[in-house]
Structures are given as structure tokens and as C-alpha cells.
């Protein structure tokens, strides 16, 4: 199956699985600064894993199933001023690429896991080495001639942030290693950078007394930690180390995890107390070290949120190989989320960047695991009539490394006086748009006008795949709406010089360019404008459906469910998404506000109706990368014109079409004398409808 055969449904779910997964990403590698639990996010990772085994086609290289932590250098989310962001440390390559685990949460996938290692490795019993999961921030450590030289974060497993002065700050006693332990010349060493439940704790009352923000978990405060510009703020918070691997070495490596660690330990490396990691002989030694090391989890001066459980031996590890983001021979064995009981003193709603009204449940605080809780997600409306949680109740919550935790249950009390049951308010809580609710989600209708989605509205609106306004980064777009220079989209038009001025990191050149740009977005084509108002279900191949069928803004004003839902492709959500966002009165009001500034949306002269067939019997073959759209869009653009994609040149071949960095299948065009465009040309094509 090809990616355009794919249902519609499942290429918009594989889209936002993957956005949600890359910000998530971004927040917890490069900030630490997580919005969900660690479990919200496995349900995301394993639902997106799940949709591409059943599509592998709609695999591609960047998906966060196939690559460790974020992208290094993508747009960076707001950060205090003294944290690094993502582009503010200098990058350097990691010798080795720094994997992730696959998490298992329960015995049955240990077990599961056992049986496919002895099958693989035609082995009867396997033997493991179980260690503590440390719940911090995982670093790589360089050791030249015994001294410390270098350190760095994961980044994105291939490419880590250089911190050297903050590791070194860390490590104190360790900087020198043991010369009569045998040191090679050279090794790099990976650890997890983590705070004591005490240094916590100290941490927040300090920051507490000096009214600034506390950090949520332990995990954060090493992350925020870290990432100071300032090596002496990092050197004040008391961080510490454990390591665990030995990455590379100038000499041979040893033969078992178990050597790997004792070696490190010989050199003066600090790692795992010996009392809380053990040699196992078969899986059922591993539950069972689980199992103890949970009893013991409340009374351990750190966190940690699970074992890591690897095959001893390096020569099965290397049989077994690795995934494109996990070894196959090592898996993260979770504890199950700490839970608490405490009471809803109210339920309120929450407005995320993308207009989801999420009720949140304002809690009694609570201690959870050295936490303290006073808020918990309820997730959507059926999840709260689900539960049946209302104001007033007992309830059990639990966290897992949870920013927001979760409320596992109500708890019945005999005789007690209940309030009523939870309703999502009609209007917006933020921008007083109406509220229109899809399945178990309700959305805020007037989604670029309300200044919740405002930030997420207008980087969106200004990305590569719609406006294209160059230099409305995160940063930039935060300043602008923090400073109500930008209200809602329309005010980008109004931007001045002076203004652009004030803002950090702006001087004359980069704000004429990025007037400039804005300038250069007022004649945008209809398919990239309607996907830039970021319309509810309207990705690329909707806006490009919408744009072909109706030509031109206007008639979209007026259009209704039945006449949407007459498309093919368009069913009754997208319909209603569309015909709810042009009925809301303020998202009409900005678009003419756009329309008097300048802003001249490009209208198509030739309907679907009038252009389908034009390449119809005509096939295709792309090689190389496009820029300007994505393969899955250009297929699905000129399949609308009723060409087809083939993955082979043949003499039947209509077009050969050549992005950056062609293959062989050039070569083959030239020989058989097929047609070759360039990206230009392919569009100039497409936007000729086909002639």
C-alpha cells in the first residue's frame, strides 16, 4: 500500500500523533519542561507506532518512532531568560548514537521480551543485568588521557548540546580517574544527571522564599539545572551523577555489562550503588528484582521510575542488534504511577494552543511521591461523565513523573451530598467564541482570534507549508503576543519598525527583513492560506480539496455540512470543522481585517470538476527531496488531476521529477529519453492544472 492509499483519517491521526510527539520531544529532551506524564506520552508514542505497523509506507525518517529525543536547532518553546534554549548551546556530534529504551509496563511483556531474545539468540536461558531507571537527564561524558574534557546532553541521539562548564561543575571529585585502574586513553561514558529528593526539596523552599517558580519534580530541577548559561547556578543546585555505559573506548571494550560497570567503578566513575543493581539468571529473577526494588522505591534518597533491564553479554547484545531508536537487547521495566487520595474543589476549564477545552480538576493538595499535587487533568467530557467526578468529591490520583497528574477514580463516600454533574461551558472561557464539540472533544471555535491558541495559531500560519513568513519563530511570536503587538492574525499586517525593535534580538536588518517577508505573504494561494488558519481537520490535502472544489475565500463563507460533505474526502467532521469556523462571527471579522490590510488571497479559475483527467493515464516518478511540499502532498496533487505515481521509471513514465539530491532513477529517465522536471517545473505544472 502507498502513502496515498492510506484512508484520509489515518494520515491526519499519523500528522497529529507526530506534531504532539516532536513538542513533547522538544519540551522534555532540550527544557525539561514537560506538559504530560510520562505515561500520556507512551499512550501517544505506542498509538503512533501501532498506525505505522499497520501503514509502514507512512513511515518516514523523522518520525519520533524512528529517532531518540527532538530535532536540535527546531523552533525553541519560551524559556527563562538565564536556560539555554535548543539553538543558544553549540552542537556537537556524539561518537556513538545515545538510544532510548522501549518501556514495558507490565510481566507479561518482560516475559514477552525474554521469549524473543532466547528465539532469536537459540538460547535456553538468558542472563541480565537489572539496574534502577533514574529519572533525570541523560549526558555523555569524554575522558582524555584519565582527565574530563567534555560533556554534552542527548539531544537528538545523534547530535547532543556541549555543557561542558556545567558537567565539570557536577563532577568535582571525578574529574581525574584512577590512573592504576588501567584507564584506556580515551573513553566516553554515559550517565543520568539527577537531584536527591532532599536537594530537592531544598531547591523549591529556596526558590519559594525568593518568589520565583518552583520546578514541578526532581526531574525538571536537574534538566532547568543543567541548561544554566551560568555554570555556577548549576554548581549551587547540589546535581548529581551516576554512569552506566561505556560508550566507546580506545581499548577493547569488556565482554559482559556487568565488567562495563565494575570497570567504571575501578576508574573512580560514580555508578549504580552495587546493593541496587544484580546479575540475573533468567526473567524470573528480573521480576523479582522488580518487584523488590519497587518495595524499596519510597525509601531511596532519589528518583526513579522503573529498571532498566539489559543482556549481560556484549557479543548477544551485538547479535541482537538495535532499532532505529532502541536496542533490541535492553527494555525499560516501569512501576506502575503513585496514587493518592484528596478532594475536587473545582473543576475549570483549560484552552490549549490548538482550542481543545480541557476540564482540569482543582484538587486539595496532596503529597504524591514527594510531589505536591493541587491540580489533575480530567482529560474531555466523556472522561469526566466516565468517572462521574464532580466538585466536592474524594478522589484517588496518581503520578508517574506527571506535570498534570491523572484522577484514577472517584472513591464513593456513604451518605454524601454530591453536586452536580460537570458541563462544558457554550462559550469560551478565554475569547467568548462559541463552543462546538467533536466526539469527546470540545473545541473554541474562534480559533484566530483567541489568544490561548494565538502563539501556536500564528506559527502555524507563518510555517514553511502556508505563508512561509520567514523569522516569526516561536520566540519572536511569544514577544509579540506578550506584548499585544499581535492580538489575532490580521495584526501581523499592522506591524511596524519601531515596534519590532523593542523586541529581544531585533535589530534594523532583521526587522526590515521580517517586514519584509509579512509584505511577501499578502498573495498567498487559497490551498496554503485556508491550511495556515490552522482550521480544525484541514491539513495539506484538505486546504488543496477545499481550494480546488470552491476556487475561491468567499464562497467558503457561506458553504454548508451537506454541500462539504459531497465531496469526496471531506466527511461530516472536516465539514462541520470548516462550516463552524467561518460561522464564528470574530474568525470572519479578522479575515476581513486581513482583507482591507492588504491581503489578497489568490483565487483558482479552474474547479476539481474542470480539471480532473487532465493527467489522466499519465504516470509519475519522483527521485531526490522536495522542498516546497511534501512527497505525500505532491502525490496526492497530481493524483487529483488524475495522474499516478509509480516507484519505477519505465518507458511508459510521463515525468521524471528531480529534488535535491536525485538517485538512479535519473540517470534511467535520461537513457529511456523521459521527460525530467525540476521542482519549479513540476509546480508550474500542477498550477497549469495539467495543459
Not at 484512508?7 to 506538559?35: A, F, K, S, W
Not at 540475573?280 to 526513579?304: D, N, Q, S
Request: include cysteine.
Amino acid at each position: 500500500m502507498s502513502p496515498s492509499d492510506v484512508p484520509l483519517q489515518v494520515q491526519t491521526r499519523i500528522d497529529e500523533l507526530r506534531e504532539q510527539l516532536h513538542r513533547h520531544n522538544r519540551l522534555y529532551y532540550g527544557h525539561g519542561e514537560p506538559e504530560i506524564s510520562d505515561s500520556e506520552y507512551d499512550k501517544l508514542f505506542k498509538a503512533l507506532r501501532d498506525l505505522e505497523e499497520q501503514y509502514p509506507d507512512m513511515v518516514t525518517p523523522d518520525s519520533p518512532t524512528q529517532r531518540v529525543g527532538y530535532l536540535a536547532g527546531q523552533a525553541d518553546v519560551s524559556l527563562p531568560p538565564t536556560v539555554a534554549s535548543a539553538t543558544a548551546l553549540k552542537k556537537v556530534p556524539h561518537d556513538r548514537q545515545l538510544l532510548s529504551l522501549d518501556s514495558v509496563l507490565s510481566a507479561d511483556d518482560v516475559f514477552a521480551f525474554d521469549k524473543r531474545v532466547r528465539k532469536e539468540l537459540d538460547a535456553e536461558q538468558i542472563e541480565y543485568v537489572v539496574e534502577p531507571k533514574y529519572d533525570g537527564l541523560s549526558v555523555v561524558i569524554v575522558y582524555e588521557d584519565g582527565m574530563f574534557t567534555g560533556g554534552a546532553t542527548r539531544g537528538d541521539g545523534q547530535t547532543g548540546e556541549l555543557i561542558t562548564p556545567n558537567i565539570r561543575s557536577i563532577l568535582s571529585r571525578f574529574q581525574c580517574l584512577k590512573i592504576e585502574g588501567n584507564v584506556p586513553r580515551r573513553v566516553v561514558v554515559r550517565g543520568e544527571v539527577y537531584l536527591r529528593l532532599p536537594d530537592f526539596q531544598a531547591l523549591n523552599r529556596q526558590l519559594t522564599e525568593r518568589g520565583e517558580k518552583t520546578f514541578a519534580n526532581p526531574r525538571n530541577a536537574a534538566s532547568g539545572s543543567l541548561r544554566q548559561l551560568d555554570a555556577g547556578i548549576t554548581a549551587s543546585r547540589l546535581l548529581a551523577l551516576t554512569c552506566y555505559d561505556l560508550m566507546v573506548s580506545s581499548d577493547p571494550l569488556p565482554r559482559t555489562h556487568w565488567e562495563t560497570v565494575s570497570a567504571l567503578h575501578a576508574w573512580g566513575v560514580p555508578v549504580p550503588d552495587p546493593a541496587q543493581r544484580q546479575v540475573c539468571e533468567g526473567i524470573e529473577e528480573v521480576i523479582a528484582f522488580h518487584r523488590g526494588m519497587l518495595e524499596k522505591r519510597e525509601t531511596l534518597p532519589f528518583e526513579i521510575d522503573g529498571i532498566v533491564v539489559k543482556l549481560n553479554s556484549r557479543d548477544f547484545q551485538e547479535q541482537l542488534g538495535e532499532k532505529s531508536r532502541s536496542p533490541r537487547w535492553a527494555v525499560a521495566f516501569k512501576f506502575p504511577p503513585r496514587k493518592e487520595l484528596t478532594t475536587v474543589q473545582d473543576i475549570v476549564v483549560s484552552v490549549g494552543r490548538t482550542g481543545a477545552l480541557t476540564p482540569i480538576a482543582l484538587l486539595t493538595p496532596v503529597e504524591v511521591g514527594g510531589v505536591t499535587i493541587s491540580r489533575a487533568t480530567l482529560h474531555n467530557v466523556e472522561e469526566v461523565a466516565r468517572k462521574d467526578v464532580r466538585v466536592g468529591d474524594t478522589v484517588k490520583v496518581e503520578r508517574a513523573g506527571d506535570v498534570i497528574p491523572d484522577i484514577v477514580e472517584r472513591i464513593e463516600i456513604p451518605g454524601e451530598q454530591r453536586a452536580g454533574p460537570f458541563e462544558v461551558p457554550r462559550a469560551c472561557p478565554v475569547c467568548q467564541s462559541a463552543v462546538v464539540r467533536e466526539g469527546p472533544v470540545s473545541y473554541c471555535t474562534g480559533q484566530i482570534v483567541c489568544s490561548a491558541q494565538l502563539k501556536g495559531g500564528i506559527q502555524h500560519f507563518a510555517s514553511k507549508g502556508a505563508l512561509n513568513i520567514e523569522g516569526l519563530g516561536e520566540k519572536t511570536v511569544s514577544q509579540l503576543v506578550d506584548k499585544f503587538f499581535v492580538k489575532d492574525l490580521s495584526d501581523l499586517y499592522r506591524l511596524t519598525g519601531d515596534q519590532l525593535l523593542s523586541l529581544d534580538g531585533f535589530a534594523e536588518k532583521s526587522a526590515t527583513q521580517l517586514l519584509s517577508a509579512i509584505r511577501q505573504s499578502k498573495t498567498p494561494a487559497l490551498d496554503r492560506f485556508l491550511f495556515g488558519l490552522g482550521i480544525h481537520h484541514v491539513g495539506h490535502h484538505v486546504a488543496q480539496i477545499l481550494a480546488s472544489e470552491f476556487g475561491a475565500l468567499e464562497k467558503l463563507l457561506t458553504v454548508t455540512c451537506e454541500e462539504l460533505q459531497d465531496i469526496r474526502d471531506i466527511g461530516p467532521e472536516i465539514a462541520q470543522s470548516v462550516v463552524s469556523f467561518f460561522a464564528e462571527e470574530r474568525n470572519v471579522a479578522v479575515l476581513t481585517d486581513m482583507k482591507v490590510l492588504g491581503v489578497t488571497v489568490q483565487t483558482i479559475l479552474r474547479t476539481t470538476s474542470e480539471r480532473a483527467g487532465l493527467l489522466k493515464g499519465k504516470s509519475f516518478v519522483f527521485t531526490g527531496g522536495l522542498e516546497s511540499v511534501s512527497r505525500q502532498e505532491a502525490t496526492q496533487r497530481l493524483q487529483a488531476l488524475g495522474g499516478r505515481v509509480t516507484s519505477s521509471v519505465s518507458k511508459r513514465t510521463a515525468y521524471v521529477i528531480v529534488g535535491k539530491d536525485p538517485g538512479s532513477k535519473l540517470d534511467e529517465a535520461k537513457r529511456l529519453g523521459i521527460s525530467v522536471l525540476d521542482e519549479a517545473g513540476f509546480l508550474e505544472l500542477l498550477r497549469a492544472g495539467g495543459d
